[in-house]
C-alpha cells in the first residue's frame, strides 16, 4: 500500500467517524428544534388565545409590595470595571428594596478601593478574610453568611438572592420582574444577551449566536420537559427558603466550593429537591422587541475565549459529571448528556476538519498529476450528504436566532463564526482535559472584563 492509500484510508475512516457522531448530534438537535416549534404553535392555538401576552412592565406596575431582593456580585481583580458596574446598577434599577453584596478580598487592594469609591447605602462591601482568588463558589458562600448577618441586624427576610458578575449591565426592570415571579418557583433564569463588540466581531460575536439560540430556545425546551434549568450565574434569581434548605444540606455552604460551575449546579440540585426551575423570558415594554435580559461584554480574544469554554467544559462536562451523576426522569438525563457532550463534540470535529484538510491535500496532488486516486465509500457518502441537509438545517436556525435578537447583519455573521466557535471549542476541550486529569484543586479562572462605555437604552435593553 503506498503513502498516499494509507492517507485515503486514513481521511476515510475520520470521515467515517466524525459523519456518525454529527448525525447523531445532528438528529437530537433537531429534536430539540421539532419541540421548540411545536410547543410555539401550540402556546399560539391555545394560551395565547385566551391570555394576552405578558410584558415586564405590566407585571411589574401590578406587583403590591417590593419584597427586599439580595444582589451578590462575587469580585476578584475587578478594579477596572467594579465601580461602573455598581454606579450603573444603582442609577438603572427600578426598584426601591435592595442591597448589592460585593465580595472582596484581603489582598485585593484596588478592588476595595473601586467599591469604596461608589458612597451608597445600598452598597454593602463584604471583606473575604482569605487571599484570592479562591473560587467564585467560595467567595458567594461568603456572600451568603453576610447576608445572614445582615438578615438578622435588620430584623428582615430576603425573598431572593440574585447572580451577578462585575461587568453586568443590570436590566432596569430585572428586580421587579424576579418580586413578582419569586413566589411561583425556587429557580428563575432571565436570558443572557451577550453585547455586540465591533472591535471584536468574530471571537466575541460568537458568543451572541451561541446565546441567542441557547436563551430563547435551549431553555425554553428544558423547562418545557420537565428538566431542570441550569443557572447562567447572572440575571438569575433563587428564593431565599430554597436557598437556606440547601445551605442545610450542605454544612452551611450553600454554592458548590469544589466545582468552577457552581452556578449551572445550583439550578440542578434544586431541581434534584423537587423544586420548580424556570426560565423566563418576557419583552420589556409592549412595541418592543427587547426582553429583560442580562447583559455584557464577553471575552474578546482567542485565548480569552479559550480560558473561559475550558472552564465551562470542565465543570459542566467532566466534574459535572463526577459531582452530579446521572439522576431524574428522561427529560432530565436527556438535558445532562447534551450538557455533557462537550468534549466530544470537539473531538468529531477536530476529526471532521482532519479528514477535510487530508481530502483536500489528495485532490489537490490528483489534479496537479500525481499518481492519487481518491474514492468515497458510497455509504460514507451517503451520510456526507445527510450531514450536509442537517447542516444546512443547523446553520439557518443559528440564523434566525441570532437576527431575532441582534438584526439581520449579525444573523449573517453568524455563519462564519460557526467555524470560529468550533474552533474555540476544540481548543477549550483540549484545555479542560488537560486541568482535569491534573486533578488540581480548583481556583478562579476568570477572564479579563470590560464594562461598556455605552449603555443599552431601557426600551431596547
Known amino acids: 500500500m503506498t503513502f498516499a492509500q494509507i492517507l485515503t484510508q486514513f481521511a476515510a475512516e475520520l470521515a467515517l467517524f466524525s459523519a456518525v457522531g454529527f448525525l447523531l448530534f445532528a438528529v437530537n438537535d433537531l429534536a430539540v428544534d421539532l419541540l421548540y416549534f411545536a410547543r410555539r404553535l401550540w402556546r399560539s392555538a391555545t394560551v395565547y388565545r385566551r391570555y394576552p401576552k405578558a410584558f415586564a412592565q405590566t407585571l411589574v406596575g401590578r406587583a403590591d409590595t417590593q419584597q427586599f431582593i439580595a444582589v451578590f ?28 453584596f460585593v465580595g472582596l478580598y484581603r489582598n485585593d487592594p484596588a478592588t476595595a478601593a473601586a467599591v469604596a469609591s461608589i458612597a451608597d447605602p445600598r452598597v454593602e462591601p463584604v471583606p473575604v478574610e482569605v487571599d484570592g482568588p479562591t473560587t467564585k463558589a467560595d467567595c458567594l458562600n461568603h456572600l451568603y453568611d453576610a447576608l445572614i448577618a445582615f438578615e438578622l441586624r435588620e430584623n428582615l427576610s430576603a425573598a431572593a438572592v440574585v447572580l451577578h458578575d462585575a461587568e453586568d449591565v443590570v436590566h432596569p426592570l430585572e428586580l421587579g420582574v424576579f418580586n413578582a415571579l419569586i413566589d411561583r418557583a425556587a429557580v428563575i433564569q432571565l436570558p443572557v444577551q451577550p453585547l455586540i463588540d465591533p472591535q471584536s466581531r468574530w471571537i466575541a460575536g460568537h458568543y451572541c449566536d451561541e446565546f441567542a439560540e441557547a436563551h430563547a430556545k435551549e431553555l425554553v425546551v428544558r423547562e418545557a420537559i420537565g428538566a431542570s434549568v441550569p443557572l447562567a450565574g447572572v ?66 480574544t482567542f485565548g480569552e475565549a479559550v480560558r473561559q469554554k475550558a472552564r465551562w467544559l470542565g465543570g459542566i462536562a467532566l466534574a459535572g459529571w463526577d459531582r452530579l451523576g446521572w439522576s431524574g426522569g428522561i427529560g432530565e438525563r436527556w438535558m445532562r448528556m447534551r450538557d455533557r457532550r462537550g468534549p466530544i463534540a470537539a473531538l468529531l470535529l477536530l476529526s471532521g476538519y482532519s479528514a477535510a484538510f487530508l481530502w483536500s491535500q489528495l485532490w489537490l496532488a490528483e489534479a496537479l498529476g500525481a499518481p492519487v486516486h481518491v474514492e468515497i465509500d458510497p455509504v460514507l457518502s451517503t451520510l456526507l450528504w445527510i450531514n450536509l441537509w442537517l447542516l444546512i438545517w443547523r446553520i439557518a436556525m443559528r440564523m434566525i436566532f441570532t437576527a431575532s435578537v441582534y438584526g439581520w447583519r449579525e444573523g449573517l455573521r453568524s455563519v462564519p463564526r460557526l467555524v470560529v466557535g ?27 472584563h470590560t464594562f461598556p462605555a455605552r449603555l443599552p437604552g431601557e426600551a431596547s435593553a
Request: include cysteine; glycine fraction near 10%.
Open 422 to 448: 468550533n474552533l474555540v471549542a476544540i481548543a477549550a476541550a483540549a484545555r479542560a482535559l488537560m486541568q482535569y486529569s491534573a486533578r488540581r484543586a480548583p481556583s478562579w479562572d476568570k477572564t479579563r
Open 73 to 100: 456580585v462575587p469580585a476578584w481583580d475587578e478594579s477596572a470595571v467594579i465601580a461602573a458596574m455598581l454606579r450603573a446598577t444603582l442609577q438603572r434599577l427600578d426598584y426601591g428594596n435592595y442591597r448589592i
Open 235 to 300: 440575571g438569575c434569581a433563587i428564593a431565599r427558603t430554597p436557598l437556606a434548605r440547601l445551605a442545610a444540606l450542605h454544612d452551611g455552604h450553600p454554592f458548590g466550593g469544589g466545582t468552577l460551575t457552581e452556578d449551572y449546579e445550583m439550578g440542578l440540585r434544586l431541581g434534584e429537591l423537587g423544586l420548580k426551575t424556570i426560565f423566563v423570558r418576557m419583552p420589556a415594554v409592549p412595541g418592543s422587541r427587547g426582553v429583560v435580559a442580562s447583559r455584557g461584554n464577553f471575552p474578546a
